[in-house]
């Protein structure tokens, strides 16, 4: 008889932006692979995909998943659990696996980083603090996007570093496609930043720099609490006129937006992968980036790097951007595009069925 897996997708779709990338694009690929395992997966809303599901009505983060989830789980009987994400019930005892894409929380913090108020941030950082330390300490195997998150786990939780194990993340196949898009990209010479507006990412630096250079910067966000903050910034520094903000759109929009960039940049200063990086370099486009985090580690020498704490550092690689010669602009896109190539959502799902496999073989 097959083992039975129950993988916790409730993350699925594009409302929550990076985890819900992961989940759909690693739930397809295992589907893809037709591992000998019995797959059911746990939604609140049904996803396209073949494989068995179970409806839930907790929500990710909510008082009430740490309830339902698992009654539901008992109900099923798996014989492994993979949460996609850190919020694992902590009244679940039976064996399970987490992903963990980082520890940004540990980081940052402060009313700024969150859409609480200042009586209930207390409460909810508690939480996340319970939360997670469950997911380290009671959980079969733990995933991580980078051996940075990895790092930082051990640096933080005392468990053996054989129990994490490194699964990278990858841009999709239409990144690397000849797609069509209806969308005309901007005539003006631009730069994009793709992501949140969370204040680890820094976006703030971006917008006092480019009011410095002759270009615009176009950030696609998705529209929060930290949306709304985000432009109040960009009216603060009186910058309207040089960035425009567009919410999230397709991956084909985002693909040819990407491409007839100068450049995609983030100044993150936490970053547990970095994947729009990956689909900047998949859509041929140069990569502007941090030099902190993972993502040294993620995009290697494909990408040009800076200080994220020093702006005019930020404008002097955007001015060599900027004075490429085309055929030194090519060579590298073409090599960095390579390196894109180089990951794969069917290596990670190959990994974490062999994760899957193993802890099901210790039992």
């Not at 054989?162 to 196949?173: F, L, N, R």
């Not at 239409?174 to 930043?193: A, D, R, V």
């Not at 290596?347 to 039992?363: F, G, H, M, N, Q």
Request: proline content about 6%.
């Amino acid at each position: 008889m097959k083992k039975k897996i129950i993988i916790d997708a409730r993350f699925w779709g594009p409302s929550h932006t990076g985890l819900g990338r992961y989940s759909k694009s690693l739930v397809n690929s295992i589907e893809k692979l037709k591992p000998n395992l019995d797959i059911t997966l746990l939604v609140n809303k049904k996803p396209p995909t073949r494989l068995k599901t179970i409806p839930v009505s907790a929500k990710p983060y909510s008082i009430k998943e740490q309830l339902e989830i698992p009654k539901v789980l008992n109900t099923h009987q798996p014989d492994l659990v993979h949460f996609l994400h850190f919020n694992t019930p902590l009244l679940y005892k039976k064996p399970f696996v987490v992903t963990i894409h980082d520890l940004i929380k540990h980081h940052s913090t402060g009313l700024n980083t969150t859409t609480r108020s200042i009586l209930t941030y207390p409460f909810k950082r508690a939480g996340y603090f319970k939360t997670i330390k469950h997911a380290v300490y009671q959980s079969k195997n733990i995933l991580t996007p980078s051996t940075w998150v990895k790092k930082d786990i051990l640096k933080h939780y005392k468990i053996d570093s054989s129990k994490i194990t490194v699964t990278p993340e990858s841009a999709d196949q239409e990144y690397f496609g000849q797609t069509k898009s209806k969308l005309i990209p901007p005539k003006f010479p631009y730069l994009i930043y793709i992501g949140n507006a969370y204040p680890h990412k820094n976006v703030e630096a971006l917008i006092k720099v480019i009011k410095q250079t002759n270009l615009k910067l176009v950030i696609v966000t998705g529209r929060d609490i930290f949306y709304s903050r985000l432009r109040d910034q960009i009216r603060k520094e009186k910058a309207q006129d040089s960035i425009k903000i567009k919410g999230f759109t397709s991956d084909r929009d985002l693909k040819t937006l990407l491409k007839h960039s100068l450049s995609f940049i983030t100044a993150s200063l936490l970053e547990g992968f970095g994947l729009p990086g990956l689909e900047a370099m998949a859509s041929e486009t140069i990569v502007l980036a941090s030099n902190k985090a993972s993502m040294p580690e993620v995009y290697k020498n494909h990408a040009i790097y800076f200080d994220p704490t020093n702006q005019q550092d930020i404008i002097n690689k955007i001015n060599y951007v900027s004075k490429l010669k085309p055929s030194t602009r090519q060579q590298l896109i073409k090599q960095a595009k390579q390196h894109a190539s180089t990951y794969s959502w069917e290596k990670t799902a190959k990994k974490t069925i062999k994760v899957y496999e193993d802890c099901l073989s210790l039992r």
